[in-house]
T-cell receptor, first 113, second 116 residues
Framework: SQTIHQWPATLVQPVGSPLSLECTVE??????LYWYRQAAGRGLQLLFYSVGIGQISSEVPQNLSASRPQDRQFILSSKKLLLSDSGFYLC????????????FGPGTRLTVL | AQSVTQPDIHITVSEGASLELRCNYSYGATPYLFWYVQSPGQGLQLLLKYFSGDTLVQGIKGFEAEFKRSQSSFNLRKPSVHWSDAAEYFCAVGAPGGTSYGKLTFGQGTILTVHP
C-alpha cells in the first residue's frame, strides 16, 4: 500500500531563517506531487506541483520554492522566511494520468516568529 | 478555470441529527468531484468521489453525496451524525484530462460542530 510522510511535524522558525520541508511517498512510482498551504479559515492553496523529477510548476508567486530531486521526494524551501509564511503545509500525491484523486500527508505546522 | 463554493463556513448539529453540507462548482463540463475530511492538525482524508455514472455515491463513515448537474452541486449527506464526525469538510473539483496534471481546486471548507 502507498504511504506519504512529511517532516518535521511542527517547526518554529525566526523571520529571515531558511526553511526545508520534506515529503516522501512510498509504494508507488512516478506520482504527481503537490504542496499546499492552509491558513486558518482560508482553505487550501496549491503552491507547487510536479509531474516528474526536476519538473516543478509554481501556482502563485511567493517566497517559497520547491524541488524534486528523486521520483518520490518533494521538498519545499525558502531562503528567508517571512511572517506570512506561517501556516499548515500539506503534501499530496496522485497517480499520473488518472482521476485526480489525491492522497495527503499528515502536514507540517510552521510558525514564523 | 474551475471553482468551488461551500456556502456554509460553520454548521452545528446535534448528535443523531441528519447532515447536509453544500458544495457548488463551476466548470464547463462534467468535472471530477471529491469530498475530504480533516480533523484538527491532521491531513485530509478522502470521503468519497464522483467520476461518472450513478449520481449518488457512497463513501466511508456512512457519508453519501449526490451529483446534480442541473444545479452544479455535489452536496454531502449523512442520515445520523456521530460526535466523531466533528471536523472540517472540503469539497474539491478536478478537471478531466492529462493537461490538468491532477490538480484539484478546493472550497474554503465547512467546519462541523456536533453537540451531544
Amino acid at each position: 500500500s502507498q504511504t506519504i510522510h512529511q517532516w518535521p511535524a511542527t517547526l518554529v522558525q525566526p523571520v529571515g531563517s531558511p526553511l526545508s520541508l520534506e515529503c516522501t511517498v512510498e509504494g508507488t512510482s512516478n506520482p504527481n506531487l503537490y504542496w499546499y498551504r492552509q491558513a486558518a479559515g482560508r482553505g487550501l492553496q496549491l503552491l507547487f506541483y510536479s509531474v516528474g523529477i526536476g519538473q516543478i510548476s509554481s501556482e502563485v508567486p511567493q517566497n517559497l520554492s520547491a524541488s524534486r530531486p528523486q521520483d518520490r521526494q518533494f521538498i519545499l524551501s525558502s531562503k528567508k522566511l517571512l511572517l506570512s509564511d506561517s501556516g499548515f503545509y500539506l503534501c499530496a500525491w496522485s497517480t499520473q494520468g488518472a482521476y485526480n484523486e489525491q492522497f495527503f500527508g499528515p502536514g507540517t505546522r510552521l510558525t514564523v516568529l | 478555470a474551475q471553482s468551488v463554493t461551500q456556502p456554509d463556513i460553520h454548521i452545528t448539529v446535534s448528535e443523531g441529527a441528519s447532515l447536509e453540507l453544500r458544495c457548488n462548482y463551476s466548470y464547463g463540463a462534467t468535472p471530477y468531484l471529491f469530498w475530504y475530511v480533516q480533523s484538527p492538525g491532521q491531513g485530509l482524508q478522502l470521503l468519497l468521489k464522483y467520476f461518472s455514472g450513478d449520481t449518488l455515491v457512497q463513501g466511508i463513515k456512512g457519508f453519501e453525496a449526490e451529483f446534480k448537474r442541473s444545479q452544479s452541486s455535489f452536496n454531502l449527506r449523512k442520515p445520523s451524525v456521530h460526535w466523531s464526525d466533528a471536523a472540517e469538510y472540503f469539497c474539491a473539483v478536478g478537471a478531466p484530462g492529462g493537461t490538468s496534471y491532477g490538480k484539484l481546486t478546493f472550497g474554503q471548507g465547512t467546519i462541523l460542530t456536533v453537540h451531544p
